[in-house]
């Protein structure tokens, strides 16, 4: 976040957390994605993700789906 990236690739940045915890990061990554104008791409089993997402893609046997 140093460099101001403009794209953040993060692979279950919530895996491990809590609910509390869970909800902060969610907060951070929202935030950070419309006050610093960055792109997160985000992979994820964790469907509350849902609540701040553009888009959502699908992964079902090795197919995406939109």
Same mark, same amino acid.
């Given at each position: 976040? =140093?460099? !101001?990236?403009?794209?953040?690739?993060?692979?279950?940045?919530?895996?491990?957390?809590?609910?509390?915890?869970? &909800?902060? +990061?969610?907060?951070? =990554?929202? !935030?950070?994605?419309?006050?610093?104008?960055?792109?997160?791409?985000?992979?994820?089993?964790?469907?509350?993700? &849902?609540? +701040?997402?553009?888009? =959502?893609?699908?992964?079902?046997?090795?197919?995406?789906?939109?």
């Amino acid at each position: 976040l =140093i460099n !101001n990236p403009k794209i953040i690739l993060a692979d279950e940045p919530t895996g491990n957390l809590d609910h509390a915890n869970t &909800k902060n +990061i969610m907060k951070i =990554i929202y !935030n950070l994605s419309r006050d610093k104008d960055m792109t997160y791409i985000i992979a994820t089993h964790d469907d509350e993700f &849902k609540q +701040i997402a553009d888009r =959502i893609f699908y992964l079902k046997n090795g197919v995406l789906e939109i």
